[in-house]
């Protein structure tokens, strides 16, 4: 392996892990929503009113429901086992980019298709389009390393062929 592929390896694997950490992140802080929508409406001062009304009303929304029915938040564990499970899944590309490219392009498609479910099921569900936004944002941030991981990948596969026949 020469000095190019290992600098293309070593940033594929900081591109995935940082993936890795988005999506255990994002799986680990949907069990508490109500103590942290409770945090975030008591220190949304800073932000602009209609943001403050937003948080405001998805806590009361979310404290009420888990007072009457608990229940319901078990959809939002399993969402959260869902992030971490996937978090997982990308440990494959970190071992082997080459052998596991599918995961990558798997988590491309992915980040895609937030963007139209945020904004449909969005529009359905009486989302603000400023929420939208920020659930749109997570796939558009996602897709970057993926992408970038994916570039390298195929630089490698070309240095793999490069190499491979030269040594013939």
């Given at each position: 392996?020469?000095?190019?592929?290992?600098?293309?390896?070593?940033?594929?694997?900081?591109?995935?892990?940082?993936?890795?950490?988005?999506?255990?992140?994002?799986?680990?802080?949907?069990?508490?929503?109500?103590?942290?929508?409770?945090?975030?409406?008591?220190?949304?001062?800073?932000?602009?009113?209609?943001?403050?009304?937003?948080?405001?009303?998805?806590?009361?929304?979310?404290?009420?429901?888990?007072?009457?029915?608990?229940?319901?938040?078990?959809?939002?564990?399993?969402?959260?086992?869902?992030?971490?499970?996937?978090?997982?899944?990308?440990?494959?590309?970190?071992?082997?980019?080459?052998?596991?490219?599918?995961?990558?392009?798997?988590?491309?498609?992915?980040?895609?298709?937030?963007?139209?479910?945020?904004?449909?099921?969005?529009?359905?569900?009486?989302?603000?389009?400023?929420?939208?936004?920020?659930?749109?944002?997570?796939?558009?941030?996602?897709?970057?390393p993926l992408i970038l991981c994916r570039i390298n990948i195929k630089k490698i596969e070309i240095l793999?062929?490069?190499?491979?026949?030269?040594?013939?």
């Amino acid at each position: 392996m020469n000095t190019e592929e290992k600098k293309l390896r070593l940033h594929s694997k900081i591109y995935v892990c940082t993936i890795i950490v988005g999506l255990a992140m994002s799986g680990l802080t949907a069990f508490p929503l109500e103590t942290e929508m409770a945090y975030l409406a008591k220190h949304s001062t800073i932000l602009p009113s209609s943001l403050q009304n937003w948080i405001e009303s998805v806590y009361q929304a979310l404290k009420a429901t888990n007072l009457r029915y608990s229940f319901l938040s078990y959809g939002t564990d399993w969402l959260a086992f869902a992030h971490i499970m996937l978090a997982v899944l990308f440990i494959g590309p970190l071992k082997d980019p080459i052998k596991n490219k599918w995961v990558i392009e798997f988590g491309i498609i992915c980040c895609i298709s937030i963007i139209p479910l945020a904004l449909i099921a969005g529009n359905i569900r009486h989302i603000p389009v400023f929420w939208q936004m920020i659930d749109c944002s997570f796939g558009i941030i996602g897709v970057i390393p993926l992408i970038l991981c994916r570039i390298n990948i195929k630089k490698i596969e070309i240095l793999e062929e490069h190499y491979g026949l030269w040594t013939l």
